[in-house]
């Protein structure tokens, strides 16, 4: 492998709502790359990038798969890294991760949904990254299509600049191709499994006031860009080549100031080379974006890591994934330098040294070797020991940190058991390597009853863990019904001490705090800690051993044994004895004084309360509604579609929502449509926590010996 240009790569992902059609738009970029020669078919369970079994029988993506493909334009060779992401809330982590490390990305929409409620999560997940976007209209050829109805979509429900770059010839059963605004060419194209299935004619005459009434919207936006533009823009619109024209509005997608959108019907077999050309005319390549971040980890300072394939080498692994036939796949996104396959690199957050032993290329589940990665690269590597995702490796001789990623808490666990001896030996193996692939998903075990407590972001990330367990690793298991992550917090403050004495002969155990235990400040989570000891009464080797005990008592709450989200602790003052003080007495002592200091600051349940978005005809209306209000649902906005739909938004405890989809289709007569992400915790009504926790018959754990 020669190195290349990297003004020739581009990092892409595919994001959209669920059944927009993100799978079967990748599918057409393989095709017409010529990466696959057969169209693979979601529906069919035929797709490449969806390759795992339960993806191909229910339909959907499930984890985010990654390829390579190259597309010649304009007689370059373009290198496009391109990753698949799932559109179910449940599995979020996939597109926050695989976003974390993309240039770019291709927003898909449905031309009738338009923007639904998990296109508007994963936008946010981009800028958050500060993700340029390209919107890509699907399904023109659907009943009800409407394309710059979802161009107006996008502005008004998302806030961005959406500025069409082409136009549907027609829509529906009528679509026949796009008019490039650009070049002000017609496309129709032939509905066959052709690698060139489309003829380049002129404009059709019904449509011209229409073309250069939006060329000028276009025109308009891309001068706002560039300021040269913008004086021949108002000179004479004319003088405008195509070459300026496109590296404006290229300038206006890379600042996120634009957001060119297109159409087409992955399908159907249209818009897709269009597509492609737009991918590589206005996302960035890696030499585009910003210079990444790092802290040097010898300094503590920030640095910047610009994409040279001689600098030195630092990437993100942003998935670790399990293959029957090579083991661990850790993937990563080189930032910096060259790492070559069988060389030494360093984990910033174990300070090891780990061993690259394989390089590969993704295509898919497919690996194909190679033997280097440089600078703007995706790939994935074999042979680390000790990897999770987030981690930074680097130059042995240059210790960088990257920052890291953060995910939410799991909200729903199911106790489970496995069936046999055996199982059970398998069980303990398979739940570590699932965790260790899927950030969100949790084990632990519950030492009273001995189960193990697996938790996830909803029912159908739990369902397919325990397909996986039975099929891939072949673990037979019992499951429970599913429970709620519920968790605790204090409402009140209070100053107490605690003083742990303990005398066995020889040598004893002492430690005396006086502390305040009280809420967190606001935004808060974990322990915040503090010590306003003075005059050495509590020597400051103990200090780190008061917070040490602090927060592994958060672990279990005073009344149900729950998690407790936060808390505050402010050491104030203490004492301890020269001879029997150490630091295992004041870890102790700090866990002892939780629990007894807690009861006193009026503890409170908490329980998740669900985003909960429900499309539905306006017949059924007053039956959700009613319903929601059952279920404890608090109604937070009303509104309706283009097409007459009526759009529900609500708060909805966690607790009444199991089984809801079901409900749902019965109350609608299968019409309505629901998606649900987590939102936030609330306190749980009194007479409801008081049940809970009678049921959960927690006993707060007797003072240690």
Not at 19 to 34: F, M, N, V, W
Not at 69 to 79: N, R
Not at 80 to 104: A, K, M, Q
Not at 458 to 463: A, S
Request: proline share 4%; charged share 25%; hydrophobic share 35%.
């Amino acid at each position: 492998m020669a190195k290349r240009d990297l003004t020739f790569t581009r990092n892409i992902g595919i994001m959209a709502h669920i059944d927009a059609g993100k799978t079967t738009t990748s599918e057409r970029i393989l095709y017409y790359t010529g990466k696959t020669h057969k169209i693979g078919e979601v529906h069919d369970g035929q797709a490449t990038m969806d390759w795992m079994v339960q993806e191909q029988e229910r339909g959907i993506t499930i984890t985010s798969a990654a390829t390579t493909c190259f597309w010649a334009y304009k007689g370059k060779q373009y290198h496009i890294n391109l990753i698949d992401t799932p559109g179910h809330v449940d599995f979020t982590v996939e597109v926050e991760r695989s976003l974390r490390v993309l240039d770019g990305t291709v927003a898909t929409f449905d031309a009738v949904g338009k923007v639904q409620p998990q296109s508007e999560t994963v936008w946010r997940q981009a800028d958050k990254y500060g993700v340029p976007k390209i919107a890509y209209v699907n399904k023109m050829d659907r009943v009800g299509a409407d394309f710059l109805g979802c161009v107006e979509d996008i502005k008004n429900k998302l806030g961005a600049t959406a500025v069409p770059i082409s136009l549907p010839i027609g829509s529906e059963e009528d679509f026949q191709g796009i008019v490039d605004l650009i070049s002000r060419k017609a496309i129709y194209y032939r509905d066959a499994d052709e690698l060139v299935n489309y003829d380049v004619r002129e404009v059709p005459a019904d449509m011209r006031e229409e073309v250069e009434l939006w060329r000028g919207k276009l025109l308009e936006a891309a001068a706002e860009s560039d300021e040269a533009i913008m004086e021949k823009f108002f000179e004479d619109p004319e003088s405008l080549s195509e070459e300026e024209i496109v590296a404006a509005i290229r300038k206006g997608t890379i600042a996120m100031s634009i957001v060119p959108a297109t159409c087409g019907s992955s399908y159907k077999n249209k818009g897709v080379q269009f597509l492609l050309d737009a991918v590589v005319r206005y996302l960035p390549s890696p030499l585009d974006i910003p210079a990444i971040k790092a802290t040097n980890t010898h300094s503590g300072k920030a640095e910047e890591l610009h994409p040279t394939a001689d600098g030195p080498f630092c990437a993100l692994v942003f998935k670790i994934a399990t293959d029957p036939y090579v083991g661990r796949l850790a993937y990563l996104r080189a930032y910096s330098g060259t790492l070559n396959a069988g060389s030494y690199v360093l984990n910033s957050r174990t300070g090891k040294k780990e061993r690259v032993a394989r390089l590969y290329q993704m295509h898919s589940n497919k690996q194909n070797p190679i033997d280097f990665v440089e600078a703007g690269d995706i790939c994935a590597a074999v042979g680390f020991k000790d990897l999770r995702t987030g981690d930074t490796i680097c130059d042995e001789s240059h210790h960088y940190a990257l920052e890291s990623m953060e995910f939410p808490d799991p909200v729903i666990g199911i106790a489970i058991e496995p069936k046999t001896q055996q199982d059970l030996d398998k069980l303990g193996v398979a739940l570590g390597k699932l965790a260790e692939e899927d950030p969100t998903f949790t084990v632990k075990s519950d030492n009273e009853t001995g189960q193990t407590i697996i938790s996830g972001m909803g029912e159908l990330h739990l369902d397919i863990i325990v397909d996986r367990l039975r099929r891939e690793f072949g673990v037979e298991i019992n499951q429970g019904a599913p429970q709620v992550n519920y968790k605790e917090a204090i409402t009140t403050s209070v100053q107490h001490r605690e003083v742990f004495k303990k005398q066995t002969g020889g040598r004893g155990k002492f430690a005396d705090i006086i502390v305040e235990i009280g809420p967190a400040d606001e935004g808060v989570t974990g322990l915040q800690f503090e010590s306003q000891v003075k005059g050495g009464n509590v020597p400051k080797e103990f200090i780190p051993a008061v917070q040490k005990g602090f927060e592994s008592a958060l672990v279990n709450g005073v009344l149900a044994g729950y998690e407790m989200q936060s808390l505050k602790v402010t050491l104030l003052d203490g004492s301890y004895h020269p001879v029997d003080s150490d630091q295992l007495s004041f870890e102790l002592a700090a866990r002892m004084a939780f629990r007894h200091a807690c009861p006193k600051c009026h503890p409170v349940l908490l329980e998740p309360i669900m985003n909960l978005e429900v499309v539905t005809p306006d017949d059924y209306m007053g039956d959700i509604v009613g319903d929601l209000n059952r279920r404890r649902g608090q109604i937070v906005a009303m509104d309706s579609t283009s097409n007459g739909a009526r759009i529900i938004k609500a708060h909805v405890p966690l607790a009444e929502q199991f089984g809801y989809v079901t409900v749902l289709r019965t109350l609608s007569s299968g019409r309505a449509t629901s998606t649900m992400s987590f939102d936030h915790y609330d306190e749980v009504p009194g007479a409801m926590a008081k049940d809970i926790i009678e049921k959960s018959g927690y006993r707060v754990p007797q003072d240690e010996e």
